[in-house]
């Protein structure tokens, strides 16, 4: 049970209860605007949660159309997460394929091909990248996060991170310009 602050009248804080052998457990404490002495407040506690996290090398990806390029992403997981991932592109264009991937069942980098037909359409858009358990455990998905950095010593940035990722199909190369030859 916790009362007041400390050095003020009233109840001191105090936790009261066993702790089990050495965990990592997290607290999240905040103060509402109606609290204060009079309130009693109570403090749950519990082990954290397995979980995972994706963090992609890069925001911006191009592809030449029947080529294929490499993505590369780093997989961390949390809290003894071991459950099957599999990935997942979202509004991937036509003629666009991604080659599955086994994901790693520790953590470490995933590197996934994605490639353009030799036919694919020029495309310029948003893509999202997000891996999904398998079997259905929660949590059942997470978004691939690229984070910004900034290059400008000055300060921080508002948006440190984001979701959003940028494909590129460039147009297909035309022939090669046909050189004249001059005449003596």
């Known amino acids: 049970m916790f009362g007041g602050p400390p050095n003020t009248a009233g109840p001191q804080p105090k936790l009261s209860g066993s702790r089990p052998s ?15 002495n009079d309130f009693v407040y109570r403090l749950v506690i519990t082990p954290p949660k397995p979980d995972f996290k994706v963090q992609a090398a890069d925001n911006v990806f191009r592809l030449e159309p029947g080529k294929t390029n490499e993505i590369k992403f780093d997989l961390t997981r949390l809290n003894d997460h071991t459950n099957a991932l599999r990935v997942a592109f979202e509004e991937l264009p036509a003629g666009v394929t991604v080659q599955p991937v086994d994901v790693p069942v520790k953590s470490g980098e995933m590197k996934l091909s994605v490639g353009a037909a030799p036919d694919a359409r020029p495309t310029n858009q948003p893509l999202r990248i997000v891996v999904q358990t398998t079997d259905g455990s929660l949590p059942k998905s997470r978004a691939a996060l690229f984070y910004l950095r900034s290059k400008d ?19 297909k190369p035309g022939p090669p310009p046909k050189l004249e030859e001059k005449k003596p």
């Open 22 to 36: 050495i965990r990592l457990y997290r607290s999240r404490e905040r103060s509402l605007p109606q609290g204060g």
């Open 153 to 171: 010593p000055c300060g921080d940035i508002l948006i440190t991170r984001t979701d959003h990722f940028w494909l590129t199909v460039i147009p």
